[in-house]
């Protein structure tokens, strides 16, 4: 698109995009949803969030959790008590202040992050396999610059500190 185009033209192609990127959104979401299908025993979609959240968070105060899912902080600890009942995180008092608690995931929280993380990866792979080489590339290049014009960092090359590319600002705005 030149920045000469008419407006309409330019209504077209940012419809155009609009309607692509809503098509492609469906297919992650089917993605992202397999790679719950296996732990939908275990854990609610809003717990897997949370789980997401203190995997990228690390240890945190209840408070600053319910903050970062955008809900009041009785919601969060009834999350928290379940998925510490699950054995998938824990609390412990603050050993810098005794009245405080802080909430963290346990080694099984975070393997079930990090295999919901690798399904979703694997998935995501397969589907980018299919595409020819040059439209790979350019998969890269307009996934990178939609990312960016939307605030996203880029996803790192492993699952690691970020296991959804997200930091704690992307995952207050994704809950």
Known sequence: MTEHAQPSQRLADVDAVTRAVLTASRVLVAV????????????????????????THGTAKLVVLADLLGVNPSTAMRMMDRLIAAGL????????????????????????????????????????????PDQQSALVDALTAFAEAGGEPMAPDEASLYPLGWSDTQARRAI
């Open 32 to 55: 992202s949803a397999r790679s719950l299908a296996a732990v939908e025993d275990r854990v609610t979609l809003p717990q897997f969030r949370l789980l997401v959240v203190l995997s």
């Open 89 to 132: 995180a824990d609390r412990q008092v603050n050993p810098d202040n005794r009245r405080e608690t802080l909430l963290r995931l346990t080694d099984d929280g975070r393997r079930l992050v990090e295999e919901v993380t690798a399904r979703r990866r694997a998935d995501i792979a397969a589907i980018v396999e299919r595409l020819a």
